[in-house]
C-alpha cells in the first residue's frame, strides 16, 4: 500500500532536536531549528565554521565525537547530515526505538521524516514536498515565492494572523500601541533610487498598505506597482513650508491608522537618516498608534557605492562621517563641527551639501583639510540618471558648477575616492 506523507508544522521552542554531523548539509539545517527555538544537540567530531560560530555563541551544544544512542534520550526529532550510510543507519535505528522522526540526508526513503522546501513571507510559511524529488519541490517552492512577492494583499498581512503567535522577524516593531482597531503605520525606507533596492520587508509592507504617504526621492516605479485602490499621499506636494508640511504628514499618519488603516509611510533612503522618521514615530506613539520601522539603503552609503567608492577601505579609511550640508557652515543654526571635521583623515559624505557647497570646501580648507583631497560628486545614485564627477576638495565646488549638478546628490571627500582607481564610469574629471 503506498502512502503519503502527513504535512505538519512543529512547534519545536524548547524542545531538543538532534543533529548529527557537522558538514554542509548541517550548516544549512541547523538555522531554521534555531529560529524555531529549538534545544539543539549537535553530534558530530568535525564542524564547519558556520557551525563552529553557532556553538560558541551558545546558539547549541555540540558534542565533539561521533554519535552514540543515548544522544536521542529526550530527543522529538533527529536530523542526520552524514554522508556515511551505515552511520546514519544507526542514528536511524536508533530513533526508531525512541520512536522520534528522523530525517536522512543521505537516502530519503529511509527516512520517517523529509524536510520540505522553503519560503516565508511574513507570517505565512510555505513548505513545499515534491514527491520524492528535491529538485522539484525547489522549483515549486520558488514559484510561490515569486508569486507572493507579486500578487500578494492585505490577506497576508501581520495584522490578520492568527493562532500562536509567529515570529515575523519584524525590523522593528517600535511601537506596540493601543489603536484597537487595527490601524498601524510603517516606516519603510525605500532606499536611495534603484526600485529593487528597497528591501524584502520593506516591499512587503508596501504590498499590503491601504494607504501609501511617498516622499519626493522614493522610486516611482515602487508606486507604479501597488494593488489598485491604495490611496497614494504625495508628500512633497504638501503645501506650507518644511515643518507645516511636517505637521501635516504627521496627522495624515495618525488620522488614517485611527481609522482602521495599514499606512505605509515610505521614504527614501533610511527613514532615520535625516529623513524625519523620529518626528514621525514620536507622532504616532502620542496617539497610540503601533509602528513597525523598516531601515532602508541610505544614499550616504549607496551613493558612493554606485560611484565605485567604498566608505570605508582596508589601510585607506577607517572612518566614514554623515553630515548634512543643508545649513551653511558659518549660519548660527549649524549644529556641525566642521572644523572638528576637517581634522578628521577618513571619509566625510555630505548629504544635502550642493548648495553651500563653495562653503562647506572652504571651511574644510581653511580648517586644515588638504586641497588635493579627492572628492566624488554623485547625483540621482542608482538611477537611470546618475552623474559621477571626480575632482579635488580645492576645486569640487567650481566643477561641480561647471558640470551643472544638482540635487538629490552626495558629495563624497577623502581618498576612498581613489581607491579603487575609479572603476566605475566617471563624467567630467
Ligand atoms: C532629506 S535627505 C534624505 C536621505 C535619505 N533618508 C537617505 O538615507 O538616503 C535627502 C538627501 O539625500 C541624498 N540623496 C538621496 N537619494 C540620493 C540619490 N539617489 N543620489 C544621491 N544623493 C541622494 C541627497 O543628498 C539628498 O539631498
Known amino acids: ?109 529511509a527516512a520517517t521524516a523529509w524536510t520540505p522546501a522553503v519560503t516565508r513571507y511574513g507570517p505565512v510559511t510555505v513548505a513545499v514536498l515534491g514527491g520524492g524529488d528535491p529538485r522539484r519541490a525547489v522549483t515549486v ?13 492585505p490577506f497576508l498581512s501581520d495584522s ?15 511601537l506596540p500601541g493601543r489603536t484597537g482597531r487595527g490601524g498601524r503605520v510603517a516606516l519603510v525606507g525605500a532606499g536611495p533610487g534603484d526600485p529593487e533596492l528597497i528591501t524584502l520587508k520593506g516591499w512587503r509592507l508596501l504590498t499590503e498598505a491601504d494607504v501609501v504617504v511617498a516622499d519626493r526621492l522614493v522610486p516611482g516605479l515602487l508606486l507604479d506597482e501597488l494593488r489598485s485602490g491604495v490611496e497614494l499621499v504625495d508628500a512633497s506636494k504638501i503645501p506650507y513650508g518644511p515643518s507645516r508640511a511636517q505637521e501635516e504628514i504627521n496627522q495624515i499618519l495618525v488620522d488614517r491608522a485611527l481609522a482602521g488603516a495599514f499606512v505605509v509611510r515610505l521614504k527614501g533612503g533610511d527613514p532615520y537618516v535625516f529623513g524625519r522618521g523620529g518626528e514621525e ?6 496617539a497610540g498608534v503601533p509602528v513597525t520601522v523598516v531601515p532602508g539603503v541610505t544614499s550616504s552609503i549607496a551613493a558612493p557605492a554606485a560611484a565605485g567608492i567604498p566608505v570605508t577601505h582596508r589601510a585607506v579609511a577607517h572612518e566614514f562621517t554623515v553630515v548634512s550640508g543643508h545649513v551653511a557652515p558659518d549660519s548660527p543654526d549649524s549644529l556641525v563641527r566642521w572644523d572638528a571635521l576637517a581634522g578628521l583623515r577618513g571619509t566625510l559624505v555630505i548629504l544635502m551639501g ?26 540621482e545614485a542608482t538611477t537611470g540618471a546618475q552623474r559621477i564627477i571626480r575632482s579635488t576638495l580645492g576645486e569640487v565646488a567650481a566643477d561641480t558648477a561647471a558640470a551643472g549638478l544638482r540635487p538629490p546628490a552626495v558629495v ?14 566617471t563624467e567630467g574629471r
Open 281 to 286: 514615530l514620536l507622532a504616532c506613539a502620542a
Open 1 to 109: 500500500m503506498s502512502a503519503n506523507p502527513y504535512p505538519l508544522g512543529l512547534w519545536l521552542a524548547g524542545l531538543r532536536a538532534v543533529v548529527v554531523g557537522g558538514g554542509a548539509v548541517a550548516t544549512r539545517r541547523v538555522p531554521a531549528l534555531l529560529d524555531a527555538g529549538a534545544d539543539v544537540l549537535l553530534v558530530t567530531p568535525e564542524l564547519t565554521p558556520a557551525l563552529r560560530a553557532h556553538a560558541d555563541a551558545g546558539r547549541l551544544r555540540w558534542v565533539p565525537r561521533r554519535f552514540v544512542p543515548d544522544d536521542l534520550d529526550g530527543a522529538w526529532l533527529v536530523q542526520v547530515a552524514v554522508d556515511d550510510p551505515a552511520a546514519a543507519a544507526e542514528v536511524s535505528s536508533a530513533a526508531a526505538e525512541r520512536q522520534i522522526f528522523c530525517v536522512r540526508a543521505d537516502d530519503r526513503r
Open 160 to 174: 490578520v494572523e492568527q493562532g500562536p503567535p509567529v515570529n515575523t522577524r519584524s525590523a522593528v516593531d517600535v
Open 141 to 153: 517552492r520558488d514559484a510561490i515565492r515569486t508569486l507572493l512577492h507579486e500578487r500578494t494583499g
Open 354 to 379: 550642493l548648495r553651500n557647497l563653495p562653503a562647506i570646501t572652504a571651511t574644510l580648507l581653511t580648517h586644515g583639510r588638504p586641497a588635493d583631497t579627492p572628492v566624488a560628486v554623485v547625483q
Open 412 to 425: 563624497v571627500v577623502g581618498d576612498v575616492v581613489v581607491a579603487l582607481g575609479g572603476l566605475l564610469g
